[in-house]
């Protein structure tokens, strides 16, 4: 999933780009040398943006943990995306708006099994705003938690960015801080929680991707939830 560039580890999806820089800002230099600087400069920005840091998941049973780096956007409530099939029930949305330089490597959430992925082309309107949720294009992913309980998590394109990368198929069993993808360049991931979990950040919180405890699922949310669900039968 990982090279190693310039004692830095850069996810594999960079390698290509960063070369295609560094091309350019060599002919650049051979144009106009004020010129080769601007490129360079950029290809190291390029090099930094595809950086690929190793994590620490913490050991905290029923934790779920940020799939992103970046700041936390105000938090609603929200139904899941239409297509994963998960009805309209609204659940608790935490987003996580990833500016140019953030890393880019999402992580799985939490651990359990992948039961839906569905893509969705759409518009690319800047990724801090609240219809980025609904209009963007984007990757939905639907996973059942070793509690039973399901979430959903969203890989969201931004302004600039056209590329969203995920290797997560139906099926698939996962563990928390596992790579999963990587959006580029600058874009938000959306997590719907269970319905009756609450967040344990605020907006504006500053996330690490596979460290930051974004929520909780213990005994009491699943008794809830299961309570809950008999009161509506």
């Keep these: 999933m990982k090279k190693v560039f310039m004692r830095f580890?850069?996810?594999?999806?960079?390698?290509?780009?960063?070369?295609?820089?560094?091309?350019?800002?060599?002919?650049?230099?051979?144009?106009?040398s004020p010129l080769g600087w601007v490129g360079a400069a950029l290809s190291l920005w390029c090099v930094w943006f595809f950086r690929d840091p190793e994590?620490?998941?913490?050991?905290?049973?029923?934790?779920?943990?940020?799939?992103?780096?970046?700041?936390?956007?105000a938090l609603v409530e929200a139904a899941p995306p239409e297509e994963l099939?998960?009805?309209?029930?609204?659940?608790p949305r935490i987003s996580i708006f990833m500016?140019?330089?953030d890393v880019h490597v999402n992580r799985i959430p939490a651990?359990?099994?992948?039961?839906?992925?569905?893509?969705?082309?759409?518009?690319?309107?800047?990724?801090?705003?609240?219809?980025?949720?609904?209009?963007?294009?984007?990757?939905s992913v639907r996973m059942k938690l070793e509690s039973g309980e399901e979430l959903a998590f969203v890989q969201i394109a931004g302004l600039i960015a056209r590329r969203i990368r995920s290797n997560l198929s139906p099926g698939d069993s996962v563990r928390a801080g596992d790579r999963f993808g990587l959006i580029r360049f600058g874009s938000r991931l959306d997590v719907y929680l269970p319905?009756?979990?609450?967040?344990?950040?605020?907006?504006g919180t500053a996330m690490a991707a596979g460290e930051t405890v974004i929520a909780v699922i213990d005994d009491q949310n699943v008794t809830a939830q299961a309570g809950g669900s008999a009161r509506q039968g």
């Design 195 to 203: 319905p009756g979990v609450e967040a344990r950040i605020t907006e």
């Design 85 to 91: 099939g998960m009805g309209p029930a609204l659940c």
């Design 55 to 73: 994590r620490d998941p913490p050991q905290i049973s029923g934790a779920i943990l940020s799939p992103a780096d970046g700041r936390a956007l």
């Design 111 to 139: 651990d359990g099994v992948i039961l839906e992925t569905h893509y969705r082309p759409g518009r690319f309107f800047n990724a801090s705003f609240d219809k980025a949720s609904e209009h963007n294009e984007r990757l």
């Design 9 to 32: 580890s850069i996810h594999r999806e960079g390698v290509p780009i960063i070369a295609g820089f560094i091309v350019v800002a060599a002919a650049l230099w051979f144009v106009w």
């Design 99 to 101: 500016n140019v330089f």
